[in-house]
């Protein structure tokens, strides 16, 4: 039997996944109580409720609040990666510490620790209350990871450019910024969208720290519909919008790594 080509292998995994959702579906549609499905999360008037206000605050603050996480994570990150190669133990020391402390604790743990402990330890409240002092977190734990994703970037940049670089006479400092990082955010554009994709989820954590009205994400606003309303359509409603947000992204980040795949 001849080997598959990647294209029909790729084409069979599809065909696979496919399979694997008509199932599911063929399986809710047998099994589900639909009347109570109809009633639960289907009901006109909740749904019209929503609108336009989903948009206009839930998806909005969403989107904010992952911009800015994953902006603040992304320089925290930079200067972690590189402290993290330097020459010098005390930074690597620093960076590793902050690395693996983050990336050891939950998210979650860390977003309600900086709303409600860092407050009453050293008697300090962010800006924007407890939402900007659970967005520091997320940016924290971002910082984390992005931090390992773009050291393996910078590793990938072959030595000898670097090498190169300071025998035509660059500084170390313009070596980095002109040879090594632009070639390294090459390298991690994909991981890094994949990040943005996971910090989109994430700020769905910051519906645990409370909120003013104005200031609510999308499972936020998601929970305040529910007690309105007495109904689950509100969190139907929010997960058609994260999926409308998230389900682009990720298909961007996979024709992301088709393409570097090609470009090898």
């Not at 084409?11 to 959702?21: E, I, M, N, S």
């Not at 099994?31 to 839930?58: C, H, M, S, V, Y």
């Not at 910082?143 to 910078?154: K, N, Q, V, W």
């Not at 989820?201 to 007495?230: N, P």
């Amino acid at each position: 039997m001849p080997a598959l080509t990647r294209r029909q292998r790729r084409a069979a995994t599809h065909l696979g996944v496919y399979a694997v959702l008509a199932l599911l579906v063929l399986l809710l549609v047998l099994k589900a109580d639909w009347e109570a499905l109809k009633l639960n999360f289907a009901d006109g008037d909740t749904w019209r409720g929503q609108w336009p206000d989903i948009f206009l605050i839930g998806a909005k603050n969403t989107l904010f609040y992952t911009v800015i996480a994953f902006a603040g994570g992304l320089a925290l990150a930079l200067v972690l990666a590189l402290m993290k190669m330097s020459s010098v133990l005390g930074l690597r020391w620093i960076a590793i510490a902050w690395i693996e402390f983050f990336r050891g604790l939950p998210a979650l743990v860390v977003i309600l620790f900086m709303a409600f402990g860092v407050p009453l330890a050293f008697d300090w409240n962010a800006p924007g209350g407890t939402i900007g002092a659970g967005l520091i977190g997320l940016v924290f734990v971002a910082s984390a990871y992005m931090a390992e994703t773009l050291r393996a970037g910078i590793q990938a940049v072959p030595k000898g450019q670097t090498e190169a670089a300071r025998s035509l006479g660059m500084s170390s400092y313009r070596t980095t910024t002109s040879i090594v990082l632009p070639q390294a955010l090459r390298v991690v554009i994909p991981p890094l969208t994949n990040e943005g994709v996971l910090l989109l989820k994430d700020t769905s954590l910051l519906a645990f720290v409370g909120a003013q009205a104005s200031q609510v994400d999308l499972t936020a606003y998601g929970q305040q519909g529910i007690i309105e309303y007495a109904n689950s359509a509100p969190l139907l409603a929010i997960a058609l919008v994260y999926l409308a947000i998230s389900l682009p992204l990720t298909q961007l980040v996979a024709a992301l790594e088709r393409r570097q795949q090609r470009a090898r």
